[in-house]
């Protein structure tokens, strides 16, 4: 949806609300700012809550990100999540910033953060902040510095082992894409853009190999198996039961990542489909991107 003009954003949004998705993550690449990009949608919806997922670190100040979050959660009540993460070296070089240390960087930031001065009216209650986080270290940081993680281009097996670091107090929300088609030969050609854009990034591909899974099954667009751990695909009641192992694995809810052939069209046909078999779960399911 990041993709779309604001009025079929506007639309998009308040038809995704309306199927009762109870989360809209936002992303951050080379299209809209995702604060602005929040407030369009928070703007265009009543009850559900818009997560920043992520804004990046190394391209705003503390006090930026830091009153950028409490303006939205100030404006909008108990609707707002602030998630911040560390992005790619490969996305921070290019515009200008230079990525290095990544995990002392955050702690720094978050230090930073509480900080941070502010004159206009304080949120009540304040934006809960997530992490971006994928290793071992930074999900022990999200746990003591943040409300939880939101993990990016993970199996289940990581959000298994991100609830066990995590605890049982703390928001887990991994992402998981879908694509609507019923065998594997007609979901690749869509799945493999995703895959190639994610497994060409270090940060994931290490986190992977960390899991266990071997170089030779990653090299993009990665093996079938990895495919099949990272993309969910087959009829509906399929697809709703790969997502729902992330909820046995321990998370608290899903971003629901629907990959389509023309990223410009919102998926909100497909997410309606899903939308019955998912939200027996309640409120903790999502949509991502």
């Known amino acids: 949806m990041a993709l779309l003009p604001a009025p079929d954003l506007r639309r998009a949004v308040a038809e995704i609300e309306e199927m009762g998705f ?26 559900v809550t818009v997560a920043t997922g992520i804004a ?4 705003r100040d503390a006090m930026a990100m830091m009153n950028g979050g409490r303006t939205l959660a100030e404006a909008w009540p108990n609707r707002f999540v602030l998630g ?39 949120p009540n209650p304040p934006a809960p902040l ?14 003591e510095r943040a409300a939880g993680a939101h993990p990016y281009f993970v199996p289940v097996e990581h959000t298994l082992q991100a609830r066990g670091i995590l605890g049982p107090d703390r928001l887990l929300a991994p992402e998981h894409a879908v694509v609507f088609a019923r065998t594997r030969e007609a979901a690749r050609p869509t799945g493999d853009i995703y895959m190639r854009t ?19 099954e990653l090299t993009p667009p990665g093996s079938d198996r990895a495919f099949d751990a990272l993309v969910a695909w087959g009829d509906d009641q399929e697809i709703a039961a790969k997502v729902r192992r992330h909820y046995e694995a321990g998370a608290s809810h899903v971003a629901v990542n629907v990959l389509t052939p023309a990223p410009d069209r919102a998926p909100t046909a497909d997410l309606r489909r899903l939308a019955p078999l998912l939200l027996d779960s309640g409120p903790r399911n999502s949509v991502g991107r």
């Open 22 to 47: 109870g989360t809209i993550w936002i992303g951050e690449s080379f299209g809209r700012e995702p604060l602005a990009a929040c407030a369009i949608v928070l703007a265009a919806t009543t009850r």
């Open 84 to 122: 911040i993460g560390v992005s790619h070296a490969r996305l921070v070089d290019a515009r200008g910033h230079h990525y290095e240390r990544p995990l002392t960087t955050m702690r720094a930031f978050l230090d930073e953060m509480e900080k941070v001065p502010y004159r206009a009216p304080e």
């Open 130 to 143: 997530v992490l971006a986080a994928l290793g071992p270290k930074m999900l022990q940081l999200a746990r």
């Open 56 to 59: 990046n670190i190394w391209v």
């Open 198 to 216: 994610y497994l060409g990034l270090p940060n994931y591909r290490q986190n992977l190999v960390r899991l266990g899974w071997s170089e030779d």
